[in-house]
């Protein structure tokens, strides 16, 4: 099915994005700052994942295509292993190609990774408040910290390159709490420095369309699919 968005008078045809958040790891129980740390899915993540993946291959049935016949263009995801367990799951379903995208990693934390924000606060309080406040230009110490901007520029030059390779199509994202916060951002021209009203659950389903104009947001936070309830512990 081919989609096309009215443009300033004239129609253009758009990519169709699901974008997931990786299921649930041990350390989003345990209230840890990931980051890049490759940490993997635990039970709970993976039944995430196998539901979430039964739940696209439906979607798509359902849609007029069939899981086994390339109704999905392409799944694109971050390389940690929490997100690519994920995708795999996905891919299995739909058998889609599977494409590795290191851009598509969390918001790097530097040095504040593998803590919690508790111990943080108690460490770091100047950092963490700059942090809570979502200056836009904090950077957390340490190798690879990243502020909002630098993540929000990854995660958009990152959409749009695997986008527009499929103009018309439809694609699926598999990333982080971070990722999914950045897209729903530039889908509904909200700042990075807004207060966060909306969720960001694990294993959660989210649908977009970008042109190249931009992306714009067609449903969020679905998680109809998932048995239990799904956790959004995201300070990104």
Same mark, same amino acid.
């Given at each position: 099915? !081919?989609?096309?968005?009215?443009?300033?008078?004239?129609? !253009?045809?758009?990519?169709? $994005?699901?974008?997931?958040?990786?299921?649930?790891?041990?350390?989003?129980?345990?209230?840890?700052?990931?980051?890049? %740390?490759? $940490?993997?899915?635990?039970?709970?993540?993976?039944?995430?994942?196998?539901?979430?993946?039964?739940?696209?291959?439906?979607?798509?049935?359902?849609?007029?295509? &069939?899981?086994?016949?390339?109704?999905?263009?392409?799944?694109?995801?971050?390389?940690?292993?929490?997100?690519?367990?994920?995708? &795999?799951?996905?891919? +299995?379903?739909?058998?889609?190609?599977?494409?590795? #995208?290191?851009?598509?990693?969390?918001?790097?934390?530097?040095?504040?990774?593998?803590?919690?924000?508790?111990?943080?606060?108690? @460490?770091?309080? @100047?950092?963490?408040?700059?942090?809570?406040?979502?200056?836009?230009?904090?950077?957390?110490?340490?190798?690879?910290?990243?502020?909002?901007?630098?993540? @929000?520029?990854? $995660?958009?030059?990152?959409?749009?390159?695997? #986008?527009?390779?499929?103009?018309?199509?439809? $694609?699926?994202?598999?990333?982080?709490?971070?990722?999914?916060?950045?897209?729903?951002?530039?889908?509904?021209?909200?700042?990075?420095?807004?207060?966060?009203?909306?969720?960001?659950?694990?294993?959660?389903?989210?649908?977009?369309? %970008?042109?190249?104009?931009?992306?714009?947001? !067609?449903?969020?936070?679905? !998680?109809? +699919?998932?048995?239990?309830?799904?956790?959004?512990?995201?300070?990104?």
């Amino acid at each position: 099915m !081919v989609i096309t968005k009215p443009i300033q008078n004239q129609t !253009v045809q758009a990519t169709r $994005i699901t974008a997931i958040r990786h299921g649930e790891t041990d350390w989003n129980t345990q209230g840890r700052i990931q980051g890049h %740390w490759d $940490i993997p899915l635990n039970a709970t993540g993976l039944e995430q994942a196998r539901q979430t993946a039964n739940a696209l291959a439906a979607s798509l049935a359902f849609d007029g295509g &069939q899981a086994g016949a390339g109704a999905l263009d392409a799944i694109y995801s971050s390389d940690l292993q929490r997100a690519w367990q994920t995708a &795999q799951a996905i891919a +299995h379903a739909c058998a889609a190609p599977l494409h590795r #995208a290191p851009a598509l990693r969390e918001r790097g934390f530097g040095s504040f990774e593998g803590q919690t924000f508790a111990a943080l606060e108690r @460490q770091h309080p @100047q950092a963490t408040e700059r942090w809570r406040k979502r200056d836009p230009h904090f950077t957390p110490p340490g190798a690879g910290g990243e502020s909002l901007l630098m993540l @929000q520029a990854r $995660i958009a030059q990152a959409v749009t390159q695997a #986008a527009s390779a499929h103009i018309g199509g439809h $694609i699926v994202l598999v990333a982080h709490g971070g990722v999914m916060d950045c897209l729903y951002r530039l889908a509904t021209g909200q700042d990075v420095q807004a207060p966060r009203t909306w969720a960001l659950p694990n294993a959660a389903i989210n649908r977009l369309l %970008w042109t190249p104009q931009g992306l714009s947001l !067609v449903g969020w936070g679905d !998680v109809q +699919h998932l048995s239990s309830s799904a956790r959004d512990e995201s300070l990104s």
